[in-house]
């Protein structure tokens, strides 16, 4: 691809390997470290689910148990593998027997660790197989009905009742969407558990459940085959529960997940070593399935300013491509985010989003880019809104954007309605249709204001990959270069849950993800 904006290819490759030795560097500790919700992941994956007489997930009970005797270092794999051999009980009658106060796993005679991994294996291939035919399903849809054209038309539910978002969906479906996105409930990311059910009580978005990814997807292939083409379910692997919510994500064939590796500490406040850990498992489990993950650069926006802090949000999306690669997610399914949240009284603003959104595009010309609308400087004037809506359309088809996150006239008065929601798929599809191939028949000043901006913007994320891979990752993060925000090593929440793993330690699913042991 010949660079519109004149980039200096050696400028990107010593970005692009700089943001790979953060990552490889950060990836020496995640090797060495777990956490509650990773083991609890393997225990879900291992056919566990369900909940006691007062709500609590068995994954829970029985990580709990093993913590409190000491015993995660040596991973829930080793724990359940043993317990079926001792006493002869699939995974499930375990975790129900533990519930009830009849079994405590760490008290009995324990195996050799090559027997515990045989025992286990079985149980690991019939949770991979129900992956896998989730896997294929889609792909049957994609060449059975096919899809819409990108940029895909994006859209999110978010009604607090699950069967009300189906209906919303559905609506949306039959107006255009292509992708729907679930908003989770407010604070789930901030539960060290998982919901289980179908839930009807979220406030701001839909708690994030098995049950409810099961009715939405269902309702969606419905939908899909009724308007002749395959919808896409979008919703989180992030906060507490990153890894279980993409195993989840992975059973009930999510297609996109909101994932990303630095999110949760910034904006959630969630400790930085187990934010860190988490994301490697949830990454894996993702690429695995062939889900695409969006990362959360947008975000970085609204605690700082959009024009000077531009190169933070390439920077990290080069972090996030790179922690990507080590989970051995091709860069198809990189969903790497970003945003159109400059002040909209910038003299010739439009120029240096359209710069920005180039950018990332030449730099990542293969990723399927999530671009993100204007939130942080709507106002509640519905008619200005719905101009700056169509600007960042105009830019994402221009500059050949994957996932359109649909910008609403109302987004600063109240969650969409299906009538807001219907002007802003009518404004994308006019734009996307009568400026298709405006990117392919513009070519950008030499040396103009958009070069220049690209250039400056990515050599000062160079200049910031340098300094991260000069002091680490996690002081970095203390120091508040992301978004403004600064955040301790040892603070946040859920550190407690982070333990050095022991020289027995292993999870198969990771082995076998990533392509290892079969």
Not at 135 to 141: D, F, G, Q, S
Not at 300 to 310: M, P
């Amino acid at each position: 691809m010949k660079s519109k904006l004149n980039l200096d290819p050696k400028v990107i490759d010593s970005a692009r390997s700089c943001a790979s030795r953060i990552a490889h560097s950060m990836q020496e500790f995640i090797d060495v470290h777990t956490t509650v919700s990773t083991e609890r992941t393997v225990v879900r994956l291992l056919g566990v689910d369900g909940v006691d007489d007062v709500e609590t997930p068995l994954p829970n009970i029985v990580i709990d148990q093993i913590l409190e005797a000491g015993g995660l270092p040596r991973g829930a794999a080793y724990w359940m593998g043993n317990a079926m051999i001792q006493t002869g009980l699939d995974s499930q009658e375990i975790a129900e027997k533990i519930s009830a106060g009849e079994l405590n796993i760490t008290e009995l005679p324990t195996a050799g660790i090559e027997e515990a991994k045989e025992k286990i294996m079985p149980h690991v291939k019939d949770s991979l197989d129900k992956i896998k035919a989730q896997t294929a399903k889609r792909e049957e849809y994609l060449a059975t009905i096919g899809e819409g054209r990108t940029p895909y038309l994006y859209v999110i539910v978010a009604t607090g009742n699950i069967y009300e978002d189906v209906v919303q969906a559905k609506a949306a479906v039959r107006q255009g969407a292509d992708i729907v996105a679930v908003i989770r409930t407010t604070a789930q990311s901030l539960l060290d558990y998982v919901p289980y059910g179908p839930t009807t009580e979220g406030f701001g978005g839909t708690y994030a459940t098995q049950e409810n990814f099961r009715i939405m997807r269902k309702a969606l292939d419905e939908v899909g085959e009724e308007v002749g083409k395959y919808i896409r379910l979008c919703n989180y692997s992030s906060g507490m529960c990153m890894a279980e919510i993409a195993a989840m994500g992975a059973l009930e064939r999510l297609d996109v997940m909101l994932n990303d590796a630095l999110y949760g500490i910034l904006f959630r406040d969630i400790n930085m070593q187990r934010t860190l850990i988490d994301q490697y498992f949830s990454r894996v489990i993702i690429g695995y399935c062939g889900t695409m993950f969006n990362s959360g650069e947008d975000n970085y926006l609204t605690t700082d300013d959009a024009y000077e802090a531009a190169h933070t949000v390439l920077a990290s999306q080069l972090i996030n491509e790179q922690f990507a690669v080590l989970a051995n997610i091709p860069e198809e399914q990189m969903g790497l985010g970003h945003a159109f949240e400059m002040d909209p009284d910038i003299e010739n603003g439009f120029l240096y989003e359209l710069a920005q959104a180039v950018m990332a595009r030449e730099i990542f010309p293969n990723a399927p880019l999530k671009y993100m609308p204007p939130t942080k400087y709507m106002t509640g004037n519905i008619f200005k809104g719905h101009i700056q809506d169509a600007l960042f359309n105009m830019i994402a088809v221009w500059s050949g954007q994957s996932l359109q996150l649909l910008g609403m006239p109302t987004e600063a008065i109240h969650t969409p309605h299906m009538h807001d929601r219907y002007l802003s798929i009518e404004n994308a599809s006019y734009i996307f249709n009568n400026a298709r191939d405006i990117g392919d028949e513009v070519e950008f000043k030499e040396n103009g204001i958009m070069q220049q901006r690209a250039q400056k913007v990515l050599k000062e994320a160079d200049e910031l990959l340098h300094e991260i891979e000069k002091d680490g990752l996690f002081s970095t993060l203390e120091k508040g270069k992301f978004g403004g925000v600064k955040r301790p090593r040892d603070g946040g929440k859920g550190l407690s849950g982070v333990c050095l793993k022991d020289e027995k330690y292993f999870n198969p699913f990771i082995t076998i993800m990533l392509g290892g042991e079969k």
